[in-house]
């Protein structure tokens, strides 16, 4: 059986950045309960965010379900049939529902009695059939404490959706969720890259998003932030202090960073340096730089 790599994504209006990674990661495990529930199988599941935008990516994922044997047991043998050995409106009911006849149905025994049986073939569901499900669950399993109505829709969600992709390879799979279509149709920058984009396959998904100044790839966006901060430390022989929170929030702020390094004047270092601090990291997302002997400095790095 030929598989592809299945992309889901959900172009979005800014996401909470302190909610980002951890609605990603849900967005991903309800995916793979998904996956599980349909018995699907697959090499690895991949997540993406930004701050416009959730998605996974399957990689080699089967197209259809296994058929499966189903065994559908009727009524007891005994009551199945009359005296006369006449088929009973119980038996007939249970063989119409079962799509034959009661003589068409095979028998089963047990230490409890005998009754009849039909062994069904299920054929298994395609892609196109089961993706629409698989988005929607996902969705209601996010933690969203306080969804959120847009337009003059009835659909909800953290935020405003926007765009919807469902694409098995370069096809797209057809999908009706929040109130959307699926396509092929991604978000660009929102400044460097107005408009949509489209996203040719689930594997250029990364390449195509980056041509429109997206970096979708959420640990990369903060591999980068940190290389671009230690550069900046570098030239200026200073450090900043550790901070992962503060890391991860301005890693769901950006789609393309850019490490910008700002001043102050020095006469505010006369202010105690942990309330400097304080107000830098959390009021403005600003990484305080110190010198060598962790004296505070009239300077801090951004992130654009």
Wanted: glycine share 6%; with cysteine.
């Amino acid at each position: 059986m030929n598989t592809e790599n299945l992309l889901i994504e959900l172009g979005t209006e800014e996401l909470p950045p302190k909610a980002l990674k951890k609605l990603a990661l849900g967005f991903k495990s309800g995916i793979e309960s998904q996956l599980e529930t349909a018995g699907l199988s697959y090499n690895s599941i991949e997540w993406f965010a930004a701050p416009r935008r959730l998605a996974v990516r399957i990689n080699e994922l089967q197209p259809t379900q296994q058929d499966k044997q189903v065994e559908k047991r009727g009524p007891a043998v005994k009551a199945a049939f009359d005296q006369d050995g006449n088929a009973t409106k119980a038996a007939l009911g249970w063989a119409r529902g079962c799509g034959i006849s009661v003589d068409e149905a095979t028998r089963h025994k047990t230490d409890k009695g005998e009754w009849l049986m039909h062994v069904a073939t299920v054929a298994g569901k395609s892609l196109e059939q089961l993706v629409e499900g698989f988005i929607s669950q996902a969705i209601k399993q996010l933690p969203i404490p306080k969804p959120m109505r847009w337009g003059s829709g009835r659909e909800e969600f953290i935020r405003p959706v926007h765009t919807l992709i469902a694409l098995y390879g370069e096809k797209v799979l057809p999908a009706k969720v929040l109130g959307l279509t699926s396509s092929n149709q991604s978000q660009g920058h929102r400044f460097h890259h107005r408009g949509l984009v489209t996203v040719n396959s689930a594997n250029s998904y990364e390449q195509d998003l980056l041509n429109a100044n997206v970096v979708v790839d959420y640990n990369k966006r903060k591999e980068q932030i940190v290389e671009q901060m230690n550069v900046i430390c570098s030239e200026l022989t200073a450090k900043t202090t550790e901070d992962n929170d503060l890391l991860d929030e301005v890693t769901s702020l950006v789609e393309w960073p850019v490490a910008l390094v700002g001043t102050f004047e020095e006469r505010f270092l006369d202010v105690p340096p942990e309330a400097l601090i304080y107000t830098m990291k959390d009021d403005q997302k600003y990484f305080p730089l110190l010198d060598q002997q962790d004296n505070l400095l009239p300077k801090f790095i951004f992130i654009s």
